[in-house]
């Protein structure tokens, strides 16, 4: 089939938009998400122009395109990849680029420029897209020939996936999108690994490390487990079940960390942090030794860090070099992947440690705490979150088919607390930048490469009107997602952290016209139900396509335990008082 190139010939002639194209194809990328735009139409042009049979989904915001390529990589690990035009494409699509450099998320990013003659002029619709993307990217490129592209492309793919995975963001002036380039052959793809890193423990010292670790682990009285986002994808979650098979300790994650352990297992202990579980929270302050594996302590984690596991020696693995001793004074640590560092760890442990004898009734303490923990903070909001798989089930949904994205606020934090997670990438969330309006675009992302699953979209009536327009992206592509927002008519975080820290005062925080979300969602075509009526469990889980869930919460209601800003992790506020 002619697509426009000419394949055979000894030399091969392509366009700029053209190469992108193809390249984008030899990289398996299923879809791309964008808005065209003046600066981006000739690439726009190749899709058509070369049958390309990459997919493109049209968004109503380019902040939304880049959420979305976030769903497609939060779910499978792969990068995401969107499109913007130059200027005010490109402005609205940084927010979703941040996000993802702030939560460690491959993507590659190809944004549309001003003729290069143009560039400095002020142009129509010109901004330094490249220098403007380069504190928020973990590379940027501007590219000056359609030759590079060819180099480009493949390099995106590797940079954004290997190491610390993170953004790359392409900015490709018009011009060169419609200039042709003469090579021999088309290049490979990016070769990507998880093993890559700018800086790594040297091997001599690899395993004399880990043996000094497991000396301290099988010594510890009171041994914590810590796993965020770097252990949170297959891999890490296996490696991290064959340490806990070696060397049983209990295990507190972040936000960022939920799934690496299932919900169901005895040693898990929540969450730590601001809304973290009063049992993960003391056991890391108490701990004496504490592991921490691809998590750098931020202020939402640890809180004040003077009082964060404070007598305790921490053993940190980290992926990127800059993590280790960050905020925290390291005793031991290993800058690489966990899936090499935690089978050797749990091959040391299993063969030449016997462990400290304290440690059964720790671990059975912890479980007691935890169990106990969870029936003590009623919340009506969490039994209906916690409640999700068992509804699903009865509607013949299988509950490890069901995939969590969440906006950020109050409901963000309930889903955290409540949603039993049971495998990585399972739960989707916006977690260094809380980005409001993550929620219905990474979940549109994530159904697109899941098709045998159904997303649920938690969100609140402030964060779902960040994106609302996405309904008609969403019902236009009849993605198998359910919307569920928590309306309570307020911003609620910000009214909660008013009430405690600002005595109260509340500015800024209570919508005085809220719309009617259900007939907003019918107006586009999807079907609604009301969570407070009874019935409403067949709309969200039956069938397939787009459903839109409303659940209506008292304003006052707070999430439970919370720890005050500036304040220790260990001295969370309860109640009300």
Known sequence: MDDGINLMASTIEASGAEIIIKLLE????????????????????????TKSPLKHILVRQEQAAGFFAQGIARSTGKPGVCF????????????????????????????????????????????????????????????????????????????????????????????????????????????????????????????????????????????????????????????????LEAFPVPVAVTLMGLGCIPAENPLFMGMVGMHGSLTANKAVHRCDVLLALGTRFDDRAAGLTEDFCPKAKIIQIDIDAAEIDKLLPVELSIVGDLESALPVLAHMLRKNKTGNGKLSSWIEANRKAFTCERKRFPSSVKDFISSMPEQAEKEGLNPE?????????????????????????????????????????????????????????????????????ELATLAENNFNVTVIVFDNGILGMIRQQQDFSFGGRHSACIYKKAPDLLKIAEAYGISTADANSPGWEKTAFEGSGPRFIRFKVPPEEDVFPFVVPGTANIKAVKQKT
């Open 401 to 469: 088919n069901l995939l969590i994205t969440t906006d950020v606020g109050q409901h963000q934090m309930w889903a955290a607390q409540s949603y039993p997670v049971l495998k990585p990438r399972q739960f989707l969330t916006s977690g260094s930048l809380g980005t409001m309006g993550f929620g219905l675009p990474a979940a549109m992302g994530a159904a697109a490469v899941n098709p045998g699953k159904r997303i649920i979209c938690l969100s609140g009536d402030g964060s779902i009107q960040m994106n609302i327009q």
């Open 84 to 243: 913007a035009t130059s200027g005010p494409g490109a402005m609205n699509l940084l927010t979703a680029v941040a996000d993802a450099r702030a939560d460690s998320v491959p993507l590659v990013i190809i944004t549309g420029q001003v003729n290069t003659e143009c560039i400095g002029t002020d142009a129509f619709q010109e901004v330094d897209t490249f220098g403007l993307s380069f504190p928020i990217t973990k590379h940027s490129i501007m590219v000056k020939s359609p030759e590079e592209l060819l180099t480009a492309i493949p390099e995106a793919f590797s940079l954004a996936s290997s190491g610390r995975p993170g953004p790359v963001l392409i900015d490709v002036p018009r011009n060169i999108q419609l200039e042709k380039a003469s090579f021999p052959r088309w290049p490979e793809p990016g070769e990507t690994s998880r093993n890559a890193a700018w800086f790594r423990t040297p091997a001599p010292l690899y395993g004399e490390i880990l043996d000094r670790a497991a000396d301290l682990l099988a010594g510890a009285e009171r041994p914590v487990i810590l796993a965020g986002g770097g252990c949170n994808s297959p891999e890490g979650v296996s490696s991290l079940a064959k340490l």
């Open 26 to 49: 030899r990289q398996n990328v299923p879809m791309v998400a964008g808005i065209p735009g003046g600066s981006i139409l000739p690439l726009y042009d190749a899709l058509v122009y």
